[in-house]
């Protein structure tokens, strides 16, 4: 089995901005160091938008109010960049995403299967979003899961309780703590 640690939108506008975020870079500053030193590949995931709004659907209630909210969801903006907390090392891929999935319409698939990847550890934000969306995509493309239940979070942690708790795990997936994940490599 390979496996490789996707950090999904642990990127500075968010973990700058977002409590919730910047509450689980501890964890995932942890997680990361532990990836690299066992060799276990790590992708980082950033969302952003165009600024012309032309990947903006009117009728995409949540997507047109992210494009609204200023710079900070423009890709070409210093905010969509990856944490400098956890910034990418050279050779680690970045992949830019449009919707919540990691895997939508994106070069993550191709990405890891180049790389004989099949299991998947996920951390980031948002659970409700990122993790569920790419967790679920992940899954109809027969990776193996585990979720880092610390590493991720929610601003309604209620959300996160409940995925991490009771969804995650019943759709097969291993739900660990970022030291408990650790302790395994």
Known sequence: MTTALIVGDLQAGIVDNYPFAAGVMPVVEKVVAAARAAGIPVIFIRFGLRASGLDVSAGNQVISGLHGAGTRF???????????????LPGEAVV??????AFAATDLDLILRAQGVDSIVLTGVATGAMVAATFYDAADRDYRLTVIS??????EADVHDFLVGRVFPA???????????????
């Open 74 to 88: 423009h890709a070409e903006s210093p905010e969509t960049h990856v944490h400098p907390r956890i910034e990418p």
């Open 96 to 101: 830019l995403k449009h919707r919540a999935s």
């Open 150 to 155: 610390d590493g991720c979070a929610d601003g």
């Open 171 to 185: 759709r097969g997936a291993d739900v660990l703590t970022g030291e408990e994940w650790i302790a395994r490599q």
